[in-house]
């Protein structure tokens, strides 16, 4: 079974600090994906990646940035964390073809104050 | 991508199938249709994906219309582990978009 492992499961943080969320994946997938997700929102895509040091905006980009150094770890990062950042964070992965579906992890569950 | 219909909540009994309906009229034809789930406070589940044909896993059977506009996923024997957010996604590529999906309540 394809395991999608994000550090943390519960996170607290003060506005402005920097946030690391860090999520690998142990199937050698080439995907990883970050999304966010909020009641009455759904899930929303933040960044994706298709390769090692590859990234891609998704649709709400504005306030995060990614970082793919190795293939099985994708890290999402708050430069600035502010309070509408609080929020549950998703990680995923999936397969080199375009149509492969998503092994998410269970999530983490960012508050910031 | 095309756009997904699904009812809000449905109920079923422990036992019984379970039949959830999406409707994605505005689908194209390299759009596959993807059924995923969510479980309180878990990480979603992929459950079944299809392009045309119907399909069939350990987990649901996925029926498409012939003209592509619809769907259903059945779960042929519903227990109460099977009370979830069940959410239908088209797409061509791996982008996927979550709406807000059919809350399935089985109960005893």
């Known amino acids: 079974d394809v395991k999608v492992t994000q550090s943390s499961r519960y996170l607290v943080k003060r506005t402005g600090e920097k946030v690391f969320l860090e999520c690998v994946q142990d199937m050698d997938h080439e995907n990883m994906f970050w999304y966010r997700q909020d009641p009455g929102l759904g899930l929303r895509l933040i960044y994706f990646?298709?390769?090692?040091?590859?990234?891609e905006k998704g649709d709400i980009p504005e306030g995060y940035s990614v970082s793919r150094e190795k293939k099985e770890r994708f890290s999402l990062i708050l430069e600035s964390a502010s309070t509408n950042q609080t929020s549950m964070y998703l990680c995923?992965?999936?397969?080199?073809?375009?149509?492969?579906?998503?092994?998410f992890g269970n999530g983490t569950r960012l508050t910031v104050t | 991508d095309a756009k997904t219909t699904q009812p809000p909540s449905m109920d079923c009994a422990e036992g019984r199938a379970a039949n959830l309906p999406c409707n994605h009229s505005?689908?194209?034809?390299?759009?596959?249709v993807y059924w995923y789930r969510q479980i309180h406070s878990q990480g979603p589940q992929y459950i079944i994906h299809g392009l045309k044909n119907n399909e069939t896993n350990e987990m649901a059977s996925l029926i498409i219309t012939e003209d592509r506009k619809s769907s259903t996923l059945i779960l042929p024997h519903a227990t109460l582990r099977d009370t979830a957010v069940y959410y239908c996604?088209?797409?061509?590529?791996?982008?996927?978009?979550f709406g807000e999906g059919t809350q399935l309540t089985v109960n005893p």
């Open positions: 990646s298709y390769d090692v040091k590859m990234k």
């Open positions: 995923a992965s999936s397969e080199g073809p375009r149509n492969s579906p998503l092994h």
């Open positions: 505005t689908i194209s034809g390299n759009e596959y």
């Open positions: 996604i088209v797409i061509a590529g791996s982008r996927l978009t």
